[in-house]
């Protein structure tokens, strides 16, 4: 049954310095920006938050930028280098059609194009998608396997914290309650860029499972969809990076991921999937 909407407490902050004072003040309130997963939570009565803050109007979270020092050619070899900074509330639709991401990191596009249909991606964002904490969240394993950084803003300062460290459990992690995602950072990704979905259908579908890869001097490994939290497949990328062989490094896989049954799919489904798209990406960018 929906939630009424009477019983609900909406606070609008002109700026970033605003909405952390509200957050220090009531760290009770729960940040909404696009609402794509907020409303429907509200909607089938399944959410027990009541009290927002709304982030949307505040263009300070927003942008994607390199660290460029003056005069520095992004072509040049430095360039390449650069660090990337993504606002948290940067849309799908932005970072498809973003020339940087696409390349720097296309695999993060590749995701983003398969979040929902376009009234999603024209809502749905970025830092609301970390935030949102879901194992089933298209763009998590990209950043796990981007090693990105997450960077955390309150009244008492700004700190970042690795990607792969962010979180604690299901739908938990280190933010805290007067704390906003203000922003992603991601490295220079040297080697091939790889992702894949597997859903119901090829749109509009929560994913059964999620791969994001990067094959180059270290390779990175990661999958939603197998367990609590997004997965950093260490000891099957170690496998593989060592010359191993794709059956051991499968075997590795195993010991590593801890799918589930649910009403998408089975555990055991999602391990087969799991080792084949290893395999997959594998062949593919090893070339």
């Known amino acids: 049954m929906p939630v009424d909407a009477r019983a609900l407490a909406l606070q609008r902050p002109r700026s970033l310095k605003a909405a952390l004072a509200m957050l220090a003040k009531e760290p009770t309130l729960t940040p909404i920006a696009g609402c794509t997963d907020v409303m429907v939570g509200l909607h089938f009565g399944t959410s027990d938050q009541r009290q927002f803050i709304d982030l949307w109007p505040l263009d300070e979270l927003r942008g ?11 072509r040049s070899p430095e360039g390449l280098s650069l660090r990337l900074r993504i606002g948290a509330l940067t849309t799908y639709t932005e970072i498809i059609a973003s020339p940087i991401l696409r390349k720097r990191v296309p695999m993060l596009v590749a995701a983003a194009r398969e979040v929902g ?13 970390i935030a949102n904490a879901s194992p ?8 796990a396997a981007a090693d990105a ?28 309650p007067d704390e906003l995602i203000t922003a992603i950072e991601i490295p220079a990704i040297e080697g091939r860029q790889w992702w894949r979905k597997v859903g119901t259908r090829r749109a509009q579908a929560i994913s059964k499972i ?9 390779v990175r490994i990661a999958f939603g969809s197998v367990g609590p939290t997004v997965l950093l497949a260490t000891k099957a990328a170690t ?6 062989s794709l059956a051991a490094a499968q075997a590795a896989l195993r010991e590593e991921i801890a799918p589930i049954d649910d009403i998408r799919s089975t555990g055991e489904y999602r391990a087969r999937v799991a080792a084949n798209l290893l395999a997959q990406f594998w062949k593919e960018t090893d070339e």
């Open 64 to 74: 994607i930028t390199l660290d460029k020092p003056e005069g520095l050619s992004l």
């Open 117 to 129: 249909g376009a009234q999603i991606q024209n809502r749905g964002t970025l830092g609301g998608n």
């Open 136 to 143: 089933a969240g298209d763009t998590l394993p990209v950043l």
């Open 149 to 176: 950084r997450i960077v955390l803003r309150s009244t008492g300062g700004e700190r970042r914290v690795s990607f792969n460290e962010f979180y604690t459990g299901y739908r938990t992690s280190v933010r805290q």
């Open 210 to 218: 999620m791969i994001a890869g990067v094959n180059g001097p270290e």
């Open 239 to 244: 496998v593989l990076a060592a010359g191993g």
